[in-house]
């Protein structure tokens, strides 16, 4: 009886299935029949129908939303009515945990730009004669090892003409500050590089943030050549001027520093975009009334002026990099005068000397970024029209009628932190040369002028307008309606 009931069993699926295919034959020939009667008659368009609803932007932005919600590659997925496989491909927009890992990076670049502040200040950027950058990750392990290490740095410039008394017990404090500073960047580099691959196999950025994480490898690679460039302009004799004070390069120092700064802006810059951009994605609708009202013709003259300041701070950063290499603070101490003026003497400022042509026609550039008296000034100069613009800025956003009430509360808190680090970054310049440039109050200025750059890059982040954001709210408001 049990083999009985098992074999009915098994024929009713075949006879249910053989029932249901007689249904459908007979279906189709009384359509058949109907055509040959009647005629061909028009009927609806429903994949026309559907590409009407959804465009292909529609239709990428579905299957991307659902390959960054829990859905698996390869599971099925109804849309449009139609079974479609989710193809495995980068996202719209990357994830989350890319932002942090790159504020997280920016951080570290935060650091290393302070300590290398404090190497050069300390005068131990010279103390590692060679550029090793896989057998220098280690220090010296033993006293023969420190002796040929302190024998190489012998040999310098440096040490005949400065630091001829010295003795191994010094060499070793000014030694671990250069190679604390070069393991950093390796740090920073590794840090970078190896979650970078990893975020891109792992599909978790979007394309064109991919193309920047390359830049940004790129950039850290050339940063460590630069660092090595620029050390290496102290070391010899024919690389500054005979009888000198033995230093590095001012035009090296501020390309290294400046490459420092890039890294460091697009990190911060990039991490910020993403978060900002999930921000906004959380409510479409909501996300496209704060982006059209940010695109508003007459906030236009604000955005333009945050994009100004950033460079104008950037800018004043370099002058500062070349007032550290030629040690320019060290000349006028007080402020705001220089000397009996608020300038110096015109023949100081345009000296011939710094000429190397006949008909000293490279007179004036070589006496803005040579001549220590100069350069000081057009640093005082290019801090005070930033600190001018910054306020000038604020107060255009607290008078303005119209800037006020279209500007987002963000926005103006952003500007009020502008406003305090500009103040913050004159008191320490100011008393950095009262005081002869001390180690503390320098290496702060420093720090304080990438702090002021970084808040004037959030209050960027927070007016301006993301055309490839802007077009995924729009598409995702579309999508949402049908």
Known sequence: MAFLGTTLRSLVPRASNGIGLACRLRSQGCV????????????????????????????????????????????ANTIEGTATK?????????????????????ASVFGIVVFGGLTRLTESGLSITEWRPVTGSLPPMNDEDWESEFAKYRASPEFKMLNSKMGLSEFKSIYYMEWIHRLWGRFVGLSFVVPAVYFVARKKVSTPMAWRLLGISSLIGFQGFLGWWMVKSGLKDDLFAPGSHPRVSQYRLTAHLGAAFGCYVAMLWNGLAILRTHKLMKDAAAGIKTLDALKDPRLALFRRSVAGLALLVFTTAMSGALVAGLDAGLIYN????????LTPPKKELFDPRYSRHDDHSDLWWRNMLENPSLVQLDHRILAMTTFTSIMALWAYSRRSPTVKRLLPAAARKGMHGVVGFACMQVCLGIGTLWYLVPTPLASAHQAGSLLLLTWVLVLGSRVWHPSRTAKLLQMAAKARRH
């Open 86 to 106: 989710v193809k495995p491909g980068m996202p719209e927009v990357s994830h989350k945990s890319v932002a942090y890992w790159l504020l997280a990076s920016a």
């Open 334 to 341: 007080t402020f705001p005068y220089m000397g009996v003026g």
């Open 32 to 75: 058949a029949k109907s055509i040959r009667q009647y005629g061909a008659m028009p009927s609806p368009q429903p994949t026309k129908i559907r590409s009407s609803l959804f465009t292909d932007k529609s239709r990428q932005f579905f299957t991307s939303s659902l390959r960054r919600s829990a859905a698996a590659p390869g599971v």
